[in-house]
């Protein structure tokens, strides 16, 4: 039995930062963002800066985590609300960029929630035979469509790219990954943006408490059908689209902070990529050693959600062979 693991992880950001300062004309204080959104500051692309290349550098870097070749990569799933684009999408000239060899590609648009919708589009691909390497991307410019007039949501929002590269598990690992996802259409009018003026409309008290319910439900009966306890969770990553809604799942679910990862302070809410971006981190901070179950969740726009448990890096080889060299080729080749 095939499963899959996340081989490697990498993130990138864009150079110019907007502290709370930036959003006093508005009628706020930097006091008051972070004691509403614990966000201190954030990152916005500059005029001229791409979407697809904050994204190239994340996937450069997952790529060179796992020890791993662009010509290895199969399959390629960019999660984005934000192409540079209406069309084509981002991952076909990703893939071009990367130096991959003419692999699926597509972009895949499900608000906050994206990561998980791709990353578990990626380990089917691993778990059925038909890859051997997926990269994941999430990428988010939401600079682009954020109402600087408005305070409510002008002071949360930014931009960046986190990605990761998914792999067949080491021998012996038969624990595949699991995920619950689910959408809710009657509450798309809570949480927007519309052709007419193409920015983010939110109704935040009731996304807050939606969002808060539906993580923990999604939780809680993902550990459940997996047979697993908060003991058997390494490290909890949930969407950072603020640190109160951060804090209250884990607080709901019992998980304490010491294996929760929280990276908003710097960077905003930035939709799909938060996820990736706060994986980064961990792994930049030690927290994460092969073989972890990490456990994630997230809730967005449409109402859409997901949850999820994969290993990291499981029973992973100091130098995993490369994809080109297997002696089966993924049946799309």
């Not at 691909?125 to 305070?151: H, N, P, W």
Request: hydrophobic fraction near 40%.
């Amino acid at each position: 039995m095939t499963t899959a693991t996340i081989a490697g992880v990498g993130a990138a950001l864009p150079a110019t930062v907007l502290g709370n300062d930036h959003f006093i004309p508005l009628g706020t204080t930097h006091e008051w963002i972070v004691k509403r959104t614990g966000i201190h500051t954030r990152h916005w692309l500059g005029p001229g800066e791409s979407l697809a290349g904050l994204a190239e550098q994340a996937c450069r870097e997952a790529l060179a985590d796992a020890g791993r070749d662009a010509r290895e990569v199969d399959h390629l799933v960019v999660s984005t609300v934000t192409p540079d684009r209406i069309t084509p999408g981002i991952a076909p000239g990703l893939a071009t960029r990367l130096g991959a060899p003419h692999p699926p590609a597509m972009d895949l648009n499900a608000a906050c929630a994206g990561f998980l919708y791709a990353l578990d589009h990626a380990c089917a691909q691993i778990e059925s035979g038909r890859a051997r390497c997926v990269l994941v991307c999430a990428a988010e410019a939401l600079s682009r469509i954020t109402d600087t007039t408005d305070r409510s949501t002008a002071v949360l929002f930014g931009d960046a790219a986190g990605a990761v590269v998914v792999t067949p598990a080491g021998p012996g690992d038969g624990e595949r990954p699991s995920f619950r996802l689910g959408s809710d259409g009657r509450h798309e009018d809570l949480l927007y943006a519309d052709p007419a003026d193409r920015l983010l409309r939110m109704s935040g008290r009731e996304v807050y408490e939606f969002a808060v319910g539906t993580m923990v439900e999604q939780t809680r009966a993902l550990l459940t059908g997996c047979g697993l306890s908060l003991a058997d969770v390494g490290l909890f990553i949930g969407h950072q689209a603020n640190a109160r809604i951060l804090r209250a799942v884990a607080a709901e679910l019992g998980v304490p902070p010491s294996r929760t990862e929280i990276s908003i302070e710097n960077v905003g809410n930035t939709s799909s990529a938060s996820i990736p971006f706060a994986l980064r981190q961990a792994r930049n901070r030690g927290r994460l050693h092969p073989g972890d179950r990490i456990v994630m969740a997230a809730f967005g726009a449409g109402f859409v959600w997901g949850a999820g448990v994969i290993r990291w890096r499981a029973a992973a080889r100091a130098h995993p062979e490369h994809a080109l060299h297997e002696q089966e080729e993924p049946c799309h080749r």
